[in-house]
Nanobody, 126 residues
Framework: QVHVVESGGGSVQPGGSLRLSCAAS????????MGWFRQAPGKEREFVAA????????YYADSVKGRFTISRDNAGNTGHLQMNSLKPEDTAVYYC???????????????????WGQGTQVTVSS
């Protein structure tokens, strides 16, 4: 069992930055890939970024590439999503997720993730 909790959401003006964190507990988080997804009102949940269990591979949605950076601190059982140059279209609830098993490379598909956090709201508005 892996339990994940997101934090760091909030309200920011366009062009601003936020850093989301994902705190994990339970099984050894360092063995699990991690993904970030988001869901805006009236829209389906969409992939944002993912990182392999080792941290050696990262993946990004085209819409955030060059602006967002995913990272992990396995010693601290935490993951992060650094979001820069935020746009109003980035407004959504952001979710951290982990797959059902260890030693995977990460995925853009929500169905490949089993453990989900409760989400944290990010609002980008002037």
């Amino acid at each position: 069992q892996v339990h994940v909790v997101e934090s760091g959401g909030g309200s920011v003006q366009p062009g601003g930055s936020l850093r989301l964190s994902c705190a994990a507990s339970g099984r050894t988080f360092s063995s699990y890939a991690m993904g970030w997804f988001r869901q805006a009102p009236g829209k389906e949940r969409e992939f944002v970024a993912a990182i392999s269990w080792s941290g050696g591979s990262t993946y990004y949605a085209d819409s955030v590439k060059g602006r967002f950076t995913i990272s992990r601190d396995n010693a601290g059982n935490t993951g992060h999503l650094q979001m820069n140059s935020l746009k109003p279209e980035d407004t959504a609830v952001y979710y951290c997720a982990a797959p059902g098993g260890p030693y995977t490379s990460g995925s853009y598909r929500p169905k490949d993730y089993y453990y989900w956090g409760q989400g944290t709201q990010v609002t980008v508005s002037s």
